[in-house]
């Protein structure tokens, strides 16, 4: 039995440098002070500070970089393993689906310097397609999962990550979730370990994955999850709690705090990986309580394996009939499970101020550029395959202006198909310039391979926009500020065959119309590079704000068809229709809406009168 947690935390802080950092932030100083040496990452949310913070520290051994995507990232991280040096790959649950078919033969292969790949998940979907849960990728590599319920964990286990890997010849998986990515908490800093870079191995039949030798290294990865199992009965990285011995409670990541703070008195197993699992240490703890819950999130990953574990001891595994397999959960919704379980009384009287949240429609940035180009994509009437970025709100009021969106660089793909199925009306693809470079590229390679009848609107804004502004190729700037070589991204696309390009300013709202009026008449494939920078990253840009010339306007309200967050509604009416306002503080002078103004009563502030 081992000691309450805030007991270890206070051992591991005292006599140090304490500060207080989110998880990727700990995560991030977990990997420098084990000694890594290169890093590679795509920007995703929850997971994009990771990197950020890495490549903060100044040490010139320590290459940190923004790679292509995140396949790109992992292949990045694993040539540096096997050259000798421990690395870091991070990116978001989504991410490892791009890196996957990598990281399932990597498993084969093992490592040479240490592999560590940060991977955050997203419970609840606050910025993401879908809800996935990366143990199962664990699982099904046979690649170990750690997962750390505090920033401190989080720096503590990435560190012992890098051990285990070179350890057991594996990649391993540190997990975390949105609420660790974001959460700050104290944590005691440690040195950088000096760690020195390996002959690299010069062993085919361990690193080249043709069948033959495949065969034989599955052999080797069922005997390393044997050890990894042996080794997880005994280390500390697992705390068993005692407590009220009526119940208890198997845990692991974020979801261990909600029950120490719902249960203070309770029995619990807190694991420090969820895969594999320490048989014997659970079969124990079962043994000693007179029920077992299993509080997680997403998938019931360790209630499924306990079940199994215990179904011969005829000992009732108790978890996912109480808490749910959807969203984030949280010290309420871990309470109510127990509610229902029996195990706490059912509250009566709850609090009497519960606080509403305000309504905040997502809507894009005041003077955005995509503005203008979903305004002609909605008046061109044809069917829109959309991607994944700050432009996906597009698919919403006003602009309206997308029919589908899956996942990073799907959108010229999915636009082929339905031009090749047959579709009746004109058929466009929407892509931003990172996600471009991500995955677009292949799907236009095909479009113009296939001889597909389609337009691709690339939405340059010179930024990885959506995950707060990282750079890309495309911005001719690496992680850490350098110069680097800048894309040009007309002479690619003529590159990849393309006969008809065309870049446009995306604040000429003429243009932008007529231009894709040509495109979509174009027999083949067109593409349109719609060319204006984000208004907030690098720098936010602000120009001279607008105002209403209020004795002119007509109330049409054409302007609020941008959906532009500085245009609100004003008191005066016109015809029992409200007339238009501008917020000046939120103006940035982009003149879009008074491109659209029916009346031209939108002018510069300075000129007009209230």
């Keep these: 039995m081992r000691s309450a947690p805030e007991a270890a935390v206070s051992s591991t802080q005292a006599n140090k440098d304490v500060r207080p950092l989110t998880g990727n932030e700990a995560i991030a100083r977990g990997a420098w002070e084990a000694g890594v040496r290169v890093a590679a990452a795509y920007p995703g949310t929850p997971s994009t500070e990771i990197m950020e913070s890495l490549a903060a520290y100044p040490d010139t051994d320590l290459h940190a970089q923004w790679s292509t995507n995140e396949k790109v990232a992992l292949d990045v991280a694993m040539g540096a393993a096997f050259a000798g040096s421990r690395a870091l790959a991070s990116m978001k649950h989504v991410g490892l689906n791009v890196a996957a078919d990598a990281f399932m033969s990597q498993s084969y292969i093992g490592v040479n310097g240490g592999l560590v790949l940060a991977v955050c998940d ?27 319920s505090d920033a401190q964990e989080a720096l503590d286990f990435t560190r012992l990550a890098f051990d285990l890997s070179e350890q057991f010849d594996t990649m391993v998986i540190v997990r975390g979730t949105t609420r660790l990515s974001h959460t700050r908490s104290p944590v005691a800093l440690g040195p950088r370990q000096e760690v020195p870079q ?19 290294r599955h052999a080797l990865v069922l005997e390393r999850e ?14 068993w709690e005692t407590g009220d011995a009526s119940f208890g409670v198997v845990t692991a990541g974020t979801c261990y705090p909600y029950v120490r703070e719902v249960l203070p008195n309770a029995s619990v197993l807190k694991l420090g990986a969820s895969w594999p699992l320490p048989e014997d240490l659970l079969r124990r ?6 029920r077992v819950f299993v509080v997680e999130e997403l998938e019931p990953v360790i209630e499924k394996e306990l079940r199994a574990l215990c179904a011969t001891a005829g000992i009732k595994i108790e978890g996912k009939q109480f808490f749910p397999r959807e969203g984030e959960f949280s010290p309420e919704i871990v309470r109510a499970g127990f509610e229902k379980a029996g195990v706490l009384a059912v509250r009566t009287h709850k609090s009497a101020w519960t606080p509403e949240p305000l309504a905040r429609p997502p809507v894009l940035c005041a003077g955005c550029p995509h503005t203008s180009s979903f305004m002609a994509v909605r008046a061109s009437g044809a069917r829109v395959a959309g991607d994944i970025g700050c432009y996906t709100l597009a698919c919403l009021d006003p602009l309206r202006g997308l029919d589908t969106t899956v996942s990073m660089g799907s959108s010229i793909g999915n636009a082929i198909g339905m031009s090749k199925a047959g579709e009746p009306k004109p058929v466009l693809a929407t892509i931003g310039d990172s996600t471009f470079l991500h995955a677009g590229i292949p799907g236009l390679i095909d479009a113009v391979y296939n001889q597909a009848n389609i337009t691709v609107l690339l939405l340059d804004n010179h930024i990885t926009a959506m995950t707060g502004g990282q750079q890309h190729p495309g911005t001719g700037k690496t992680l850490r500020g350098a110069d680097a070589p800048k894309l040009d991204y007309e002479a690619l696309v003529r590159a990849i065959g393309v006969k008809w390009v065309r870049t446009v300013d995306s604040y000429d709202l003429a243009s932008m119309y ?17 060319n204006r920078p984000c208004v907030l990253d690098p720098v936010k840009i602000k120009g001279p704000a607008l105002a209403i010339v209020n004795a002119q306007c007509n109330a049409c309200q054409s302007c609020m068809n941008l959906g532009c967050p500085a245009l609100t509604w004003g008191e005066d009416t016109f015809e029992g229709r409200h007339k238009v306002k501008i917020d000046q503080s939120l103006c940035i002078g982009c003149t879009l809406c008074a491109q659209v103004c029916t009346v031209d009563c939108i002018k510069p502030a300075t000129a007009v009168t209230q």
């Design 198 to 216: 390996r002959p690299f191995i010069e062993n085919p039949a361990k690193n080249v994955m043709i069948p033959a030798h495949a065969r034989r």
């Design 226 to 239: 044997a050890k990894l199992k042996a080794y997880l009965e005994t280390a500390t990285i697992n705390r």
């Design 122 to 148: 997203d419970p609840g979907i606050h910025s993401s397609q879908n809800e996935q849960d990366t143990r199962i990728y664990g699982q099904l590599a046979t690649v170990p999962v750690l997962e750390p």
């Design 285 to 290: 703890y079962c043994e000693s309580v007179e």
């Design 514 to 530: 007529q231009t894709l009026r040509e495109a979509i008449a174009y027999r083949g494939v067109s593409v349109i590079i719609s």
